[in-house]
């Protein structure tokens, strides 16, 4: 799906050297493949799920009617009232109350470290705050404390708001939320994370899970019952549910196991689920699946296939890259984003490792190093373990590639679809690697090492040379290289200030340090090296471009749906690429026109 940007952007007037860029968003493209990982049911068998940053409503045949992209980054939380008329969500940064009807936005404030989001009986919302229980009227503002005196761990909430589980440092509680009664009470053997919680049908009793362990919790009764296995069960990515009033089920990447409740003793054989994630009972029995689709599965044939399945728009991108200047991207992808149509690149399946240059795709997947070059893929060497390999750099040109990981990096040839060496850090007389990158001529590597300044390495005589002398008590991260040899480093000071050190050719100090309030996600220089984007993990403005020579920044825009990695220039540099959508709209991929 392509939707085309509606909103103005003009040149900022900069007082630079250089002269001043526009970047217009061009077009918004959306991608399948949302994660999800939260679901709430509404009145008539709808549903409100968060897609990456988004909360959509679906229909009761999962269909998405709705979208509310008002909150920037990845949701960490998802409540809806009981009567089904608001959906709350949150992030790290934000939370924010939606009317379901209308789309319009109720309530926002600011998130809490250890927030948590739900709904009483009467609609108003509770929200764990500094290890305080709130109660926010979301007509009149008015904020009340009701339990916790700073002392609350986590807490989880029924779907109706009458019950509550409450952990703390040495125990959890259930107890009924109007009249704060404790039903039951247990102590825990180590301190709680987020708490994992579901209450029975009839109410009187709750599943709970820490991370070290999981208890049945049942009003009026003395003792809580330790369910076996309990300690594996994570208290977001696994799932532990009331089928009925007598029945657990607990569902682990898609292995489950059924549980008796009163003795916490497994009950038959494990099974498999048409699953891949968490899942969510509904208040009529429903039984939806998450994670890379959302799914409705039939609690009366556990394992039958999934039916209704839909894979959700994301809201961002992690692979792409522009092949004959046409766009294309996805969740480890490569789909033409005009067409749909997928790119082949270096294997099957999703891939997590890729470098894109001058045309030239480097994929590794597993140990296995591939490249695509003029159309056609070569698979280049089958790397060893002992390295650890995850990243990968290429040169301006895309020739030489150089994949690295702790304990080793291997430089690679895309013409001749030879690898050239390999190197170990026992070799190079380091603890480990974080980063190694080709010279443009192939005939070194820099290297940042786990500690000290970054090297180059001559590869035909193994000598070691400065690169970059780094401020005292800085650590470099990343580095990028431009067609006419200027280094780019990514720094972090004894501070933690965020800095990006251009250094001239054959220099090894910087001409220019660039200095960022928020995290540097990514740099591409473009083709012909004369301007350095950067993308930063910052609310507003998050993509800046460089002057290459002076460090002048030319121009400045974005608020994006996610933090993304994924940015790329195209090949005539006239586009850049960020992978994520614009904040409020729906989309994965932004591309900008470059003026």
Known sequence: MKITALFLSAALSLSTAASALTLTPAQVYTVPGADTQFAAFLPGGRVAVNADNGILILDSKLRTTTGFYSLQGSIEGLAVSPDGTRVAAMNTRQWTVWDVATGREVRSGETAYDATLAFDAQGALLMLNDGTLTRLDLGTGRRS????????????????????????????????????????????????????????????????????EALVLRAGQAQAVSLEGGEDLDPQEDSLLFLSDTDLLAVSYGEAQRIDPQTGRAS??????????????????????LGGQVALLDPQDLEAPATQANILPSSNAWTG???????????????????MQELKVGGSGRLDTFVAQANNIWTLRDLNVAVRRAGVTVNVATLDEDGEYGTLHASPDGTFAVASGYYGMALMNATTGKLIRKVTAKQLNVEDLHDALPTPDGKGIYVIPHEGNVFRYDVATGKQTLAFALPAGAEATEFQQSAGGTLAVVYVDDNDGRRVALLKPGATTAFKTLSFPDSVRALSFNPNGKQLAVLTGAAQNALQIFDTGTGALLTRTGQFNTSTGLLAWSQNGQQVMVGSGLLGKPGSVTVFNVK
């Open 145 to 212: 404390d009701l339990m916790g005196g700073g002392d609350l761990y986590s807490v989880a909430v029924s779907p109706d708001g009458t019950r509550a589980a409450l952990a703390f440092e040495d125990r959890v509680q259930f107890m009924t939320l109007a009249d704060r009664k404790v039903l039951a009470e247990s102590p825990l053997t180590e301190e709680p994370g987020v708490l994992g919680a579901s209450f029975s049908p009839d109410g009187q009793a709750v599943a709970v899970r820490t991370g070290s």
């Open 268 to 289: 038959g054989e494990p099974f498999m689920l048409d699953a891949d994630g968490p899942l969510v009972t509904g208040p009529g029995g429903e039984l939806l699946t």
């Open 321 to 339: 890259a522009f092949v004959g200047n046409v766009p294309h991207a996805g969740l480890g992808r490569f789909l033409n984003l005009g067409s």
